[in-house]
């Protein structure tokens, strides 16, 4: 059974950072690449950052480049999202997804940028 | 930057209808093109990949058509468990979503 679960959410003040992972089991995680999408309370959803298979392109949207960082580990079925300069606006339901195309999704974690 | 224009953004129609949801893209996309379905609380579930190739173990109600930069997304007989909000999203360029479409029961 193909799993991706997500962890690291959390309330976190403007300026802030955090990490998210996501474990990743049951599909070939090396063999495809891996995205992160958010969706703000009440929101439609929002494409964030795409990493290659072996880390050679990565593509951000213009809302959070230059702030977050996206990796993988594909030794350890991983992938990550490093948020620094957190802002009230990131608020929201952080998604890992993936496969030939966007077939694999996590639950979702939640982050919540707030003084 | 691609744009996705998706229409309507809510929807309401009876059980047993046909229901059909258009996005247009910004620029030629050609067919790359995903729908997605979500349901309150859960994550999005791929429905129509390439835009019109069915997800393995999605109902053949569902259905997509189109290419270049209009596009199509049909339910044929709609059942109380197709409430949910769609949405399509282009991966031509940097990926884009529409705006979404939220269905509900008449």
């Known amino acids: 059974e193909v799993q991706l679960v997500e962890s690291g959410g959390g309330l976190v003040k403007p300026g802030g950072s955090l990490r998210l992972s996501c474990a990743a089991s049951?599909?070939?995680?090396?063999?495809?690449?891996m995205y992160w999408v958010r969706q703000a309370p009440g929101k439609g959803l929002e494409w964030v950052s795409s990493?290659?298979?072996?880390?050679?392109?990565?593509y951000y949207a213009d809302s959070v480049k230059g702030r977050f960082t996206i990796s993988r580990d594909n030794a350890k079925n991983s992938l990550y999202l490093q948020m620094n300069s957190l802002r009230a606006e990131d608020t929201a339901v952080y998604y890992c997804?993936?496969?030939?195309?966007?077939?694999?999704w996590g639950q979702g974690t939640l982050v919540t940028v707030s003084s | 930057d691609i744009q996705m224009t998706q229409s309507p953004s809510s929807l309401s129609a009876s059980v047993g209808d046909r229901v059909t949801i258009t996005c247009q893209a910004s620029q030629d996309i050609s067919n790359y093109l995903n729908w997605f379905q979500q349901k309150p609380g859960k994550a999005p579930r791929l429905l129509i990949y390439?835009?019109?190739n069915l997800e393995t173990g999605v109902p053949s109600k569902f259905s997509g058509s189109g290419s270049g930069t209009d596009f199509t997304f049909t339910i044929s007989g709609l059942q109380p468990e197709d409430i949910a909000t769609y949405y399509c999203q282009q991966y031509d360029n940097l990926p884009a979503f529409g705006q979404g479409t939220n269905l509900e029961i008449k």
């Open positions: 049951g599909f070939t995680f090396s063999s495809y690449s």
């Open positions: 390439d835009a019109s």
């Open positions: 990493i290659t298979t072996g880390s050679s392109y990565i």
């Open positions: 997804a993936g496969g030939y195309n966007y077939n694999y």
